[in-house]
């Protein structure tokens, strides 16, 4: 139970739901509720198919480009750093002039939810506390957060 509860605080830091849900506030501002909900269905759908996909094939794909835990743990903290980094410069897309040119996109979102960190966490917690042929622990963390 212990392993389930710190697996579920790890994914949900990650996720950070706070940031997430000012993200789709500012996304769906003006919106109908019943857009708003459909919306929202398809960002959490599609964060947790990310997730669990991850959660179920990462371990697989480490052990065939036969990375170790600790050498995944290494790299995803070097990725998560240039991000950083990158995010620092201030590099940005292009703002378009005018407000006819902007489609509502739940991409930002559901890349902020799903990023590498979140995906980094949850292969780590698959690959660690995985004594079944499923990553039981990856899977409930993954899931009560979406909930």
């Known amino acids: ?19 997430c849900g000012a993200m789709f506030a500012q996304i769906e501002a ?16 599609a964060v947790l198919i ?10 697989k794909v480490l052990q065939v480009f036969g990375a170790s835990l600790d050498a995944f743990s290494v790299a995803g903290g070097g990725v998560l750093a240039w991000i950083g980094f990158s995010m620092l410069r201030g ?3 292009p ?4 407000a006819g040119d902007q489609k509502r996109s739940l991409t930002p979102l559901i890349l902020f939810a799903a990023s590498p960190g979140t995906i980094t966490g ?7 506390h995985t004594k079944l042929l499923l990553p039981v622990t990856a899977l409930v963390a993954i899931v009560v957060p979406q909930s």
């Open 1 to 19: 139970m212990q392993q389930h509860l710190q697996a579920i605080v790890t994914v949900l830091s990650l996720v950070n739901p706070l940031i």
């Open 30 to 45: 003006g919106e109908a509720s019943a857009t708003r909900l459909i919306d929202a269905t398809k960002a959490v759908l």
């Open 50 to 59: 990310i997730l669990v996909i991850a959660a179920l094939v990462g371990a």
């Open 91 to 93: 590099n940005s897309a």
């Open 95 to 98: 703002v378009p002039n005018a």
């Open 122 to 128: 949850v292969i780590t917690i698959a690959v660690v």
